[in-house]
């Protein structure tokens, strides 16, 4: 199904391109996003009796511009190992499922305004729909998961709801770290502590388990199993320190997340804990009165304000001299709770530069980066040649290359 | 286990109560709540690592003070059938560890403000905590339905992993189609149609999938797991009815979510819908335009507008003849899109009053009791006497009696 994946595959424009190795690997995802898309759209289909609004829904981030890495980091390490296409489909699709689920929800949990490039779900229906859309979709993937009894037979099948358990789980446990630290205000963390956080938030159904449900399909063995755990934590790593690095930089349009959203939600990354640790204690005084601060809503009262109060101008219920002595008042007065303005921001963003975050990050990311690459050494003597396996590689260059 | 539930069990205070009978009933659920928490305790304790408070926070909502009703009814299926306890209590305590994460969304979903005697968990630690925790509390569901593997063997575990993804699914749907009813303002509806909505949203994981566990655990035939969905799906609606209703009574201390918070979240009861059809299209309209606004929030923005008005005033910002003009413009202002008041709530309350709504609600809840006697009726002859076929008896009689 991947035979028209070739080295001479058409030209495209990467940023970092390392040559022809970039197009097996953007023609390898946009063949297999869309085979996953359509598998995607059987299942809800399958689960949908009409037209129905809901289900309608659950397609919405699916068909977002999006790479589809995850599925197809899950099949092409089935079928580097010598499974088949058709016996891995069904599960790649439920990885995908999955990962656009916690998106929703996640979206809803960091009170994020966009997502690839368009408004999230819940601003677009509400709360209510899209916590209920998660569940759905979450709700979803238990059908293909044990339609792989009759596809694979028990013992495989069994395996992967395994995989995919603990991976659910462990994207909860590390989605609630991340949320306990920024609501109990929490930074005196380690590296390690932050790691700790990501190998169970991105790595586990990110990396790990998309290659592990691959590997299960393919009946690897167990010592593939752990060289491929430790290759794809180590690029896991890599991957979602960079990706931090890549939310704080601006001007980057071709980013889905909004600029630094990062930093208005609070999130404790490698930079902003570095900063903490390295900054002068007033400073840092003032970055955790920041950090306790929520992200505006969406609609911030004080943007209702100001209109209602122009509104009452215009209707003659103030003059224009009232309305001059509010603003100034509103302006003066330091509104508890209080929200993070631009200018919070900023001064996160100055201090994360200032006290070298960025580089710490970069540091830290090409360790893991180096780890990936002793990892995928190993791996690939295990790996026969083939078109499969040169796309984990670009997977693993993609990556990488970022890291630099 | 159950060995201390006899006929003359120590007296409580039924409202209703049909004697000795009622005895039963209590003692069992009471017993049977404390071995499913001890359980619930077990798999949320081996799931977390360390003392965490995020696993902490997934027993908040089951540690309140709450009957058991469906891993009661689980277990007592399986033993009436013959089934033992220890093969079912895990799958019984997955049933109620399901019913608390649908809660804890459901919560949001409704903007509930208050559950089971206490606060909605997403007003004491948030919404994106308790959207996690309602997340962690689904994918701890997982391990103990892949542990009935080694505990019941491939076929049972499969078996009722099929029956669970099954109803997980139908809930999401009936949720999906009460909140796009309430969404799109929908309100030409059938009791049929509402039927359908509760057989998915209630029925499903609160009756007909317990019972269906409890079946598969002990081996029961497809004939009467037929009898079993039949008599389930009648108890579901003659008891999902009388919930409404309950809803809607007020000065009920014991009863756990807000009064009339069903008319404030503009849901669609048998009640409301009949009131919406029995109505003249004048008390239609205004009824339909309440429904349109939505619930206040906690920190409405009127109520913090009228307070910021008064420090401006004591702050010498304005004086007390602008706050005046300005409280007077706001009171004019139709606000859009304005939030229910109290007075709204009451008019819906008295619409559905005057033309005989709860009359009619309790008449269609009285028919599936009286089907659900039919029901039991049947399945009683392939029951064999025991405590626990008697707890399922008391069961109905709850149910039932509750609706005349």
Redesign the interface.
């Known amino acids: 199904m991947c035979s028209s994946v070739d080295l001479r595959g058409p030209s495209s424009t990467p940023k970092a391109a390392p040559g022809p190795v970039q197009d097996i690997g953007e023609v390898y995802l946009e063949e297999h996003r869309e085979l996953v898309l359509e598998e995607i759209r059987r299942i809800v289909r399958e689960?949908s009796p009409g037209d129905?609004?809901?289900y309608r829904l659950m397609l919405d981030y699916p068909l977002r511009r999006a790479k589809g890495l995850r599925p197809a980091l899950c099949i092409a390490v089935c079928r580097a190992l010598g499974g088949e296409f058709e016996e891995v489909l069904p599960s790649a699709a439920v990885v995908e499922m999955y990962h656009n689920a916690f998106l929703i929800?996640d979206d809803?949990?960091?009170?994020s305004l966009t997502r690839r490039g368009g408004p999230a779900l819940h601003r677009t229906h509400?709360?209510?729909?899209a916590?209920?859309?998660?569940?759905?979709l979450?709700?979803?993937t238990?059908?293909p998961l044990?339609g792989n009894?009759d596809r694979l037979g028990?013992g495989r099948a069994?395996r992967i709801?395994?995989i995919?358990?603990r991976a659910?789980?462990e994207?909860?446990?590390g989605?609630?770290?991340e949320?306990?630290w920024i609501?109990e205000g929490t930074w005196q963390l380690t590296d390690a502590d932050y790691e700790s956080m990501v190998r169970r938030k991105t790595c586990s159904y990110s990396f790990v388990a998309p290659g592990l449900v691959g590997a299960a399909v393919a009946r690897a063995e167990p010592s593939v199993e752990a060289l491929l755990v430790s290759f794809l934590e180590s690029l896991g790593l890599a991957f979602q320190i960079q990706d931090d690095v890549l939310n704080l930089e601006e001007g980057r349009a071709d980013y889905g997340k909004e600029l630094a959203g990062d930093l208005w939600e609070g999130k404790r990354t490698l930079m902003l804990l570095h900063a903490l640790r390295s900054a002068p204690e007033a400073d840092r005084e003032e970055a955790l009165r920041i950090l306790r601060k929520p992200r505006p809503t969406a609609g911030s009262?004080d943007v209702?304000?100001a209109d209602?109060l122009r509104e009452?101008v215009d209707?003659r219920?103030?003059d224009e001299a009232?309305r001059a002595?509010?603003l100034?008042?509103l302006d003066r007065r330091a509104a508890p709770p209080g929200e993070k303005t631009e200018g919070d921001v900023l001064f996160l963003r100055r201090l994360i530069d200032g006290h070298g975050g960025i580089e710490h990050a970069r540091a830290v990311a090409r360790r893991h980066a180096a780890s990936a690459e002793v990892g995928w050494q190993r791996l690939a003597e295990v790996l026969a040649d083939s078109v499969h396996t040169r796309f984990i590689a670009w997977l693993k260059d993609y990556v990488v290359q970022r890291t630099w």
């Open positions: 689960g129905d609004r809901a929800h809803i949990e960091d009170g509400g709360i209510p729909a916590v209920n859309c998660g569940d759905g979450l709700a979803l238990l059908g044990l009894t028990l069994l709801l395994d995919y358990a659910v789980l994207s909860f446990e989605q609630a770290q949320l306990s609501d009262s209702g304000l209602l009452m209707e219920v103030i009232a002595a509010m100034g008042y």
